[in-house]
């Protein structure tokens, strides 16, 4: 089956890390540009970062440089984001997605993962 | 505040049909043909019901369909369906250093 599950979430403390996975299965991951989108509690989406197949390009939306790291194992079909320096504001649900680069959309994404930042 | 402006809300009965907009700006919507629709039913992964303004991925229902005019992109659903009930994101690319915008989602309730 074509899919992709997030894992990874849950509470940290203000200032402190989490790192996401992501675990693709069904396509060639490695053939894949892969991006990270949130949704914050009753917002809209938001496109977080994203990585080229062989990891050699990776952009990232401003309120996130610096902080949070893209990253991927195509032998393990896996992708992940290192998030440290948490913000309350990172508090979302973060999915993993598929990105299909000739027409700048995402045609397959996960169910996500909650992180929560507390006080 | 999103980055492209939704309604939040639109309703319709069943076998009736709807349309969600999306407005953006000259960077984004009225710039570019990469307008996508999702929808998403909470708990559950986002699905790409429309692409390039107006292309529908295979399996897609062709009760759905997309347009642009200018700055604004339309999603419209006919023959609404119960199953149709979610929320739906608008999404376009803007640039290099910010390859994709999102409206804040549109709940769909059929009545």
């Known amino acids: 089956e074509v899919q992709l599950v997030e894992s990874g979430g849950g509470l940290v403390q203000r200032g402190g890390s989490l790192r996401l996975s992501c675990a693709a299965s069904g396509f060639t991951f490695s053939s894949y540009w892969m991006s990270w989108v949130r949704q914050a509690p009753g917002k809209g989406l938001e496109w977080v970062a994203n990585?080229?197949?062989?990891?050699?390009?990776?952009s990232y939306v401003d309120s996130v440089k610096g902080r949070f790291t893209i990253s991927r194992d195509n032998a393990k079909n896996s992708l992940y984001l290192q998030m440290n320096s948490l913000r309350a504001e990172d508090r979302a649900v973060y999915y993993c997605?598929?990105?299909?680069?000739?027409?700048?959309?995402?045609?397959?994404w996960g169910r996500g993962t909650l992180v929560t930042v507390s006080s | 505040q999103s980055a492209l402006t939704q309604p939040a809300s639109v309703s319709g009965s069943p076998g009736q049909s709807i349309t969600i907009s999306c407005t953006g700006t000259?960077?984004?919507?009225?710039?570019?043909?990469?307008v996508s629709w999702y929808q998403h039913h909470p708990g559950k992964a986002p699905k790409l019901m429309i692409y390039?303004?107006?292309n529908r991925p295979s399996g897609v229902s062709n009760r759905f369909s997309g347009s642009k005019s200018g700055n604004t992109a339309s999603l419209t659903i006919s023959g609404l369906q119960a199953e149709d009930e979610a929320d739906y994101y608008c999404s376009s690319y803007r640039s290099s250093s910010t390859p994709w915008v999102f409206g804040g989602g549109t709940k769909l309730t059929v009545l």
């Open positions: 997605a598929r990105v299909e680069r000739s027409y700048w959309y995402f045609d397959l």
């Open positions: 990585i080229k197949q062989d990891g050699s390009e990776k």
């Open positions: 000259s960077r984004d919507v009225g710039g570019y043909t990469y």
């Open positions: 390039d303004v107006s």
